[in-house]
């Protein structure tokens, strides 16, 4: 079982960044494709960046696209999101999650795909 562990969390004013780190215990198969979610209260969860450990492919959400930013490092089985120019609507409990590829040999940004989970790090955007 792969135990991921996030960081970096905190309160900040709009427009100013914050970089999510997400430690993994092991880098195997299962581990293969690295993604962050979030969730605020009262909202379902939305997957915001995702990336392939192995060939450095990445998607993001539409809303984050241009702020946020999802990187690898696999010599420290670590990933972390780089978040920017931040909004209030930014504001949830930041998850990182962990995966293997789909049939087609990509990462889905879709929960159901991603097998291990972070217990958060929260972010708050104040106006």
């Known amino acids: 079982q792969v135990q991921l562990v996030e960081s970096g969390g905190g309160s900040v004013q709009a427009g100013e960044s914050l970089r999510l780190s997400c430690a993994a215990s092991?880098?195997?198969?299962?581990?293969?494709?690295m993604a962050w979610f979030r969730q605020a209260p009262g909202k379902e969860r939305e997957g915001v960046a995702f990336i392939d450990r192995g060939n450095g492919a990445t998607y993001y959400a539409d809303s984050v696209k241009g702020r946020f930013t999802i990187s690898r490092d696999n010599a420290k089985n670590t990933v972390s999101l780089q978040v920017n120019s931040l909004k209030p609507e930014d504001s949830a409990m930041y998850f990182c999650?962990?995966?293997?590829?789909?049939?087609?040999?990509?990462?889905?940004?879709?929960?159901?795909?991603?097998?291990?989970w972070g217990q958060g790090t929260q972010v708050t955007v104040s106006s």
């Open positions: 092991a880098y195997t198969s299962s581990t293969s494709c």
């Open positions: 999650a962990a995966g293997r590829r789909s049939v087609l040999g990509n990462c889905r940004p879709l929960p159901r795909e991603y097998t291990s």
